[in-house]
């Protein structure tokens, strides 16, 4: 009787298990209200078998990571089991078996968010830790007054204002869903649906071949929430292409990271990060979007121009004839995105549905599609590795965020129990001299070095958290402030020295990192202004309410960013760049005096 190889059973474990996560964050749309004491502690359970074993490359990481997974679960699971009486406790720890349970918890998500993304966020939890356990002997107004051991570790982790918090309830509600519907999606023919129809619109202009980036990139990293992935799986095609027509390999990777960075701030989902927005600001995910419309727009309408601006200095050429593809290829696989996000949007604004119930639908529209390919071909070994692909892949993305934003939720937690938060908003105030666009430099600063090695909807919950009290006490409305911040957590995506789009872009085609950067920098100038232009011109987000001011507004700063492009790129003198760059502020802060 032959054995079965330990690689297949190994296979087989890690696919069932994510079947199993999948279907339990499905689930949970479906089945009306859970205790959030309950279905949030299952979502950790869930996530760190995939972050603390799957992966390992050493056999102490593999037997310290399943030994910390094991723990970590038995800690999570016995909350959900308890989580009536914990209710009861309000945040005490009543016996030490409760408190080794806390120190687990505590222990095992720093340990799970330092092997998903690296030190830095786990530092600065534990940092955030150590202030909430021995702030009361730290001088002066940054100290505190000191909170008893058992209620500082209890409302960590058996109330809901630490990782069992609102940010941990997005990952779970939200976040979650969303990545398994990029998966399912991307499992398809939605990634060569996206290309096609990016060929199709803009392959024969000048520069064709740098506008199909552009526009896969945007289309595909409004669901993927990735600039990284967007990256990896967008420019597998695009940076060959480009190479192919004679682009400098600078100007190839530039554009495709800073397209891929754009789609994480390009509405209908923004990489999730609306659904992130709409919780933390309370409101309606219709009026994030049609605030972020326009800005999301004026981003690409700059890189747009840049690039034909390197067009007319290089001679980009357009795609060839032969390399576009067919109308029948550009259409049959167009259906396999647009029908899924026509059932999103239908679900969301015709039929008043959660954006989870509506992700949940998409969801199984997009399965539905995967028994079919570009050739509307019925192939069993081919449906199977589709669905194997979507529920693998949903599971590494689901638990590498989860991980990111249980970590991030226990400095969220340490801020309120602390009011470390409130002084921090003080020391912007003072920092500034009360004046707003002060606050705003310094703002933007610290989402450049949170961002550097932080994912950009960690760098923005945690910024938003410290610097978003200040700037609306400094006049501006929420929704503003949150816009600026988020936007601003995308700086490091292609500024040096981290910018990790342009890395990964960078080492795609071979080019030197830093030639890459400077280019990405230029094309993507829009990241650096338009957050500022919003708040010069904050008729910008007013779509809903005001649609003539907010087209006004888009149209004069689509004019400074238009000059600022072409004069950064085109011009050739100095004198010349200075008074392109100076007319375009100009028109762009124009605002401010209007």
């Known amino acids: 009787m032959s054995s079965i190889p330990i690689g297949r059973i190994n296979a087989t474990f890690w696919l069932v298990l994510s079947a199993a996560l999948v279907a339990y964050h499905l689930a949970l749309v479906f089945s009306g209200l859970v205790p959030n004491l309950v279905s949030r502690p299952l979502h950790m359970a869930f996530i760190l078998p995939f972050v603390l074993v799957l992966g390992n490359t050493s056999r102490w990481g593999t037997i310290s990571g399943t030994i910390l997974a094991a723990l970590g679960i038995a800690a999570a699971v016995w909350i959900a089991i308890n989580h009536d009486r914990l209710g009861d406790q309000y945040g005490f720890l009543e016996s030490n078996m409760q408190i080794a349970f806390a120190i687990t918890l505590l222990v095992v998500t720093l340990e799970a968010a330092r092997r998903a993304i690296g030190w830095p966020l786990p530092l600065v939890a534990a940092a955030a830790l150590l202030y909430g356990l021995f702030g009361q002997y730290i001088p002066g107004q940054f100290g505190h007054s000191g909170t008893p051991i058992a209620s500082f570790l209890g409302t960590l982790t058996i109330a809901e204002g630490g990782i069992w918090g609102s940010l941990t309830g997005v990952s779970v509600g939200v976040v979650s869903i969303f990545v398994i519907f ?166 969301i604004f015709g039929a008043k549905f959660t954006p989870e119930y509506a992700a ?79 606050s705003l430099f310094l703002t933007a600063l610290a989402c450049l070095i949170l961002g550097m090695e932080v994912p950009t909807t960690a760098a923005y919950v945690i910024c938003v958290s410290v610097a978003g009290p200040a700037l609306t006490q400094l006049g501006l409305e929420p929704l503003q402030a949150h816009l600026f911040v988020f936007w601003f957590a995308l700086l490091s995506t292609i500024t040096p020295p981290v910018c990790g ?60 960013l238009a000059l600022v492009s072409y004069g950064l790129i085109s011009a050739r003198k100095i004198l010349k760049t200075a008074f392109l760059v100076c007319a375009g502020l100009a028109v762009i802060f124009s605002g401010l005096y209007l």
């Open 182 to 347: 990029g998966a399912v999606l991307n499992a398809g023919e939605a990634g060569q649906g996206f290309m096609n129809v990016a060929a199709a619109a803009a392959g024969r202009l000048k520069g064709g071949g740098a506008k199909v980036s552009v526009i896969s990139s945007a289309l595909f990293g409004s669901i993927s929430g990735s600039a990284s992935a967007n990256v990896a799986s967008t420019g597998a095609i695009t940076l060959p292409a480009m190479t192919k027509l004679g682009y400098p390999k600078r100007l190839a990777a530039a554009v495709e990271a800073v397209a891929s960075s754009g789609g994480q701030i390009m509405p209908p989902l923004m990489g999730a990060g609306a659904f992130v927005m709409v919780e933390l600001t309370g409101l309606p995910y219709t009026s994030i979007m049609a605030a972020a419309i326009l800005p999301a727009i004026l981003y690409f309408f700059a890189v747009w121009v840049g690039i034909n601006a390197y067009a007319t200095r290089f001679e980009l050429k357009s795609v060839d004839a032969a390399d576009r593809p067919a109308r029948r290829d550009v259409v049959i696989t167009s259906l396999f995105f647009l029908v899924p996000f026509s059932v999103l949007l239908w679900a």
């Open 501 to 560: 789009a342009v890395f990964i872009a960078a080492g795609m085609i071979g080019e030197n990192w830093l030639k890459v950067a400077l280019t990405a920098m230029a094309l993507g100038v829009g990241l650096y202004l338009i957050p500022l232009g919003m708040i010069a011109n904050p008729d910008i987000i007013r779509l809903a309410e005001s649609p003539v001011l907010a087209i006004i507004a888009m149209l004069r700063v689509a004019v400074g």
């Open 360 to 438: 949940a639908m998409a969801i199984l529209a997009g399965a539905l599609l995967l028994f079919f390919n570009a050739e509307l071909e019925f192939r069993p070994a081919q449906i199977a590795e589709r669905f194997k692909g979507a529920v693998t892949n949903a599971a590494r993305q689901v638990s590498m965020i989860a991980a990111i934003i249980l970590c991030a939720s226990i400095i969220i937690g340490v801020l309120a129990i602390t009011g470390l938060g409130v002084k921090i908003t003080s020391l912007i105030l003072e920092g500034s001299g009360g004046l707003l666009w002060p």
